[in-house]
């Protein structure tokens, strides 16, 4: 039974321990098969690849509501409290056809509606307060709803 090299690929004969082409060395029949020196393992890297950045989810659930107008919340509602009566806290919000109607009733009816107005201002007050910030943006500044 003829042997051949792991390296050339020769044909030697069955007794011979070197290859007659390439001098390497043969494998003994029976035996397992040599080690193979002269093969290089694939790189493997020492470090772990960089993990992505995580994705930033898009803004619009949980924009910043401070910027969207939220920030007036609690300064129209503290002044509809304290002096709605007048409609100041319709002005803070751009409302100013509301507000305008407001303080020329207070002050044309020589301020005897201006309890009407001033419990208004109250009520506008206090529902300023108790909405999230959310509830606030979307339903008196995008939605620009004038009356309670």
Not at 11 to 35: E, H, K, M, T, Y
Not at 47 to 53: A, D, K, R
Request: aromatic share 10%.
């Amino acid at each position: 039974m003829a042997v051949f090299c792991t390296k050339c690929g020769a044909q030697n004969a069955d007794f011979a321990q070197a290859c007659a082409q390439c001098l390497a060395a043969l494998p003994v029949i029976g035996s397992q098969r040599p080690v193979q020196t002269d093969y290089q393992p694939p790189f493997q890297s020492s470090y772990e690849p960089i993990q992505p950045p995580a994705p930033l989810y898009d803004q619009s659930p949980t924009q910043d509501w401070q910027r969207a107008g939220a920030d007036k919340k609690i300064v129209a509602g503290i002044l509809g409290i304290v002096i709605g009566g007048l409609g100041i806290h319709k002005f803070i919000l751009g409302y100013q056809k509301e507000g305008l109607i407001m303080l020329l009733v207070s002050v044309l009816s020589c301020f005897t509606l201006a309890g009407v107005m001033h419990v208004i201002g109250i009520i506008e007050g206090i529902m300023y307060l108790t909405k999230t910030d959310e509830d606030f943006v979307r339903t008196y500044i995008q939605n620009r709803r004038g009356w309670f």
